[in-house]
């Protein structure tokens, strides 16, 4: 069974302050891995897509990258409006495209 | 900029009443999604649908919902027969392309259904 598994659960920072967020999954074969932004209240927002080992997409002060096993999604100085949820989810090889999605990152900036 | 609208915001109903729940997605996508989110759970996946057909479904699309695009902007999730366990978030999605642009999808601001 695929598996898709997010950490920290909820990560608190001071604005400015660095870090990285982790997703690892167990797939037979990655077709494309997927991180997406979550405001409360409101739908997914789509970010960034990978599809191979060293990859790597940047937005503004995100960047995400992929190995084999696990993907981090950097933040760079963050800022109070950075703060949401964070979610990844891994699409795998094979007939079907259903996603599957981590339980997501709950980060919070402090001003 | 264009947005997947939904309604209503929030839905409650009886269990075992039927719930239509509506989405209009971008204009010139092809491809939308219907997904829920119970509280404090993942989100899952329930159906896709393309050229006036299911794609896919997972599992927990069964006998009790259906979705359809009545005319050419709307698309709907019916739930037939209501169970406490359908409360959830409902979020509806569209994408421009399918396949590797699966996953480049636009969601909607959901609808809170409740069921008691």
């Known amino acids: 069974e695929d598996q898709v598994t997010q950490s920290p659960e909820a990560l608190r920072l001071q604005e400015g302050e660095s870090s990285s967020l982790n997703c690892s999954y167990t797939?037979?074969?990655?077709?494309?891995l997927f991180w997406y932004r979550q405001d409360p209240g409101k739908g997914p927002e789509f970010l960034f897509t990978?599809?191979?080992a060293g990859e790597e997409k940047e937005k503004e002060r995100l960047k995400a990258t992929l190995t084999k096993k696990e993907s981090f999604l950097h933040i760079t100085a963050p800022k109070p409006e950075d703060s949401a949820t964070y979610l990844c989810?891994?699409?795998?090889?094979?007939?079907?495209?259903?996603?599957?999605f981590g339980r997501g990152t709950s980060l919070i900036v402090h001003p | 900029e264009p947005e997947v609208t939904q309604t209503p915001s929030h839905q409650v109903t009886q269990m075992g009443q039927e719930v239509i729940l509506r989405c209009v997605p971008i204009?010139?996508?092809?491809?939308f999604y219907w997904y829920r989110q119970i509280l404090g759970q993942k989100v899952e996946f329930l159906v896709s649908?393309?050229?006036?057909?299911?794609?896919?479904k997972s599992e927990i699309f069964d006998d009790q919902f259906s979705v359809e695009r009545p005319d050419g902007s709307n698309f709907t999730l019916k739930i037939r027969s209501t169970k406490l366990e359908d409360s959830a978030m409902y979020f509806c999605?569209?994408?421009?392309?399918?396949?590797?642009?699966?996953?480049?999808?636009?969601f909607g601001p959901g609808t809170r259904l409740t069921v008691l």
């Open positions: 797939v037979s074969g990655l077709r494309g």
């Open positions: 649908f393309y050229n006036n057909e299911i794609s896919e």
């Open positions: 204009s010139n996508h092809l491809y």
């Open positions: 989810a891994v699409q795998a090889s094979g007939g079907s495209y259903i996603p599957t």
């Open positions: 990978l599809y191979s």
């Open positions: 999605a569209s994408s421009e392309r399918g396949g590797r642009g699966f996953n480049e999808q636009f």
